[in-house]
């Protein structure tokens, strides 16, 4: 198991997933801004295909990938060093929907979904700002994703943003704290911190799923954990 996750993560954190994987400390040089240079969800698409990954995706992390049998493919377009260059991986696969805003989205992540159901949104960084739950429910902490899927009729719980952190920025976004792997929601931080704590637990736990918080500071955006095994490469 490799358990992609920003070089900054607090360290407690890192300490915590280490007991579930592999750890490594994503970061980037001189490919996109400093704020999300090590954010693994702007290099990494799943698919049901396999892994999606940027063509600029730094070597030493391919090699990685390619040493645990983990199956992927590249993209077309590299990450940009602004957005919407930088959104063009940030897209969500679940069920049968893509939901991204598709005129950013690479083309490669929606060859490998050719029978989904494309959901365009204007936000471009989708997967930092919505997490699909396994039971057809959704996370959000943006505004346009939430009118989105009230319109679709999807259960949806929004969670107000401006509480997470993300160095270099005014705030980040909720999605860009977690992880999903199994039946576990990981948090890089504490729900305390948020208003929405009580809706949040209940909503997961309607899911049929547990929270881990990662550390008890905070909750930090480190641009999504990204779990890679064999058993969810395809």
Do not use: W
Not at 55 to 71: F, V
Request: glycine content about 10%.
């Amino acid at each position: 198991m490799l358990i992609f996750a920003d070089r900054k993560t607090p360290g407690e954190a890192k300490a915590a997933l280490s007991a579930v994987g592999k750890v490594v400390e994503f970061s980037t040089k001189g490919i996109t801004y400093e704020a999300i240079s090590g954010h693994p969800d702007i290099f990494f698409c799943p698919t049901p295909d396999g892994l999606v990954v940027a063509p600029n995706l730094p070597e030493e992390y391919l090699e990685l990938i390619i040493q645990r049998g983990i199956s992927f493919k590249k993209g077309v377009l590299p990450v940009g060093n602004r957005y919407p260059e930088t959104s063009r991986y940030n897209a969500l696969t679940t069920g049968n929907m893509l939901i991204h805003n598709i005129n950013f989205t690479d083309t490669s992540i929606v060859s490998a979904c050719p029978d989904f159901e494309i959901i365009h949104i204007k936000q471009g960084y989708t997967r930092c700002n919505l997490i699909a739950l396994p039971n057809g429910t959704f996370i959000t902490s943006d505004h346009g994703i939430e009118m989105k899927l009230m319109k679709l009729g999807k259960n949806h719980l929004f969670v107000d943003p401006s509480k997470v952190l993300l160095e270099g920025t005014e705030h980040g976004f909720f999605g860009g704290t977690c992880g999903l792997f199994r039946q576990t929601l990981f948090v890089c931080g504490s729900l305390n911190y948020l208003e929405e704590n009580e809706a949040i637990g209940k909503f997961v736990a309607d899911a049929g799923l547990r929270i881990v918080e990662l550390y008890d500071g905070p909750p930090v955006d480190i641009g999504t954990i990204v779990f890679l095994s064999l058993e969810n490469s395809r």
